[in-house]
């Protein structure tokens, strides 16, 4: 390789790492502080978030385990919380277990 083409491929190498640094940090700090997350409901992917005002995310297309069968435990009646219509009990999975565990979502 000649000195120009190495020279060409370090510029693009540390331009690539520049331009990717700041996304990167974003994503970590946008995991750290994230209000909203894509996870796996009910077998489909859906993004959740843990207040009415933020916009859920856009999700990419993933394949997510079968969800196993059970019974919907019982919900004491409860009001929703303000910006949401309605709450149900909905399978999500836990990506440290990798299981999906109960939980109550609302919309």
Do not use: H
Not at 20 to 37: E, H, M, R
Not at 55 to 84: D, F, R
Not at 85 to 98: D, E, G, I, M
Request: contains cysteine.
């Amino acid at each position: 390789m000649g000195s120009k083409a190495r020279r060409a491929w370090r510029v693009t190498l540390l331009a690539a790492i520049y331009l990717g640094a700041p996304f990167s940090s974003v994503q970590f700090a946008s995991d750290a502080f994230a209000g909203c997350i894509c996870r796996c409901v009910n077998g489909a992917m859906q993004g959740i978030c843990s207040s009415s005002i933020d916009i859920p995310p856009i999700c990419a297309p993933t394949v997510c385990p079968i969800v196993p069968p059970s019974i919907t435990p019982i919900q004491p009646p409860t009001i929703p919380p303000i910006g949401t219509t309605s709450c149900a009990p909905v399978q999500v999975l836990n990506p440290r277990t990798n299981q999906y565990e109960w939980r109550r979502v609302c919309q």
